[in-house]
């Protein structure tokens, strides 16, 4: 399922993120925050792709 690799995606990001915080190499800290916004960005377009999908049909 999709949502369920995101979601470990996100997990792990942020796993990344904090152990690079200790190690503050600022280049690569950057470089992987920009991945995991656009990890999110995704997300949530999926997410929104999703509802969209699912509205009753009477509405549309």
Do not use: C, M
């Not at 942020?14 to 280049?27: M, S």
């Not at 470089?31 to 990890?39: E, K, T, V």
């Not at 960005?41 to 997410?47: K, P, S």
């Amino acid at each position: 399922d999709l949502h369920h690799i995101i979601d470990i995606l996100l997990k792990n990001q942020l796993l990344i993120l904090v152990v690079l915080l200790q190690k503050v190499d600022t280049n690569l800290y950057i470089r992987l925050l920009h991945i995991s916004l656009n990890i999110i960005w995704i997300h949530n377009i999926l997410t929104k792709l999703e509802g969209n999908s699912q509205i009753p049909e009477g509405n549309a």
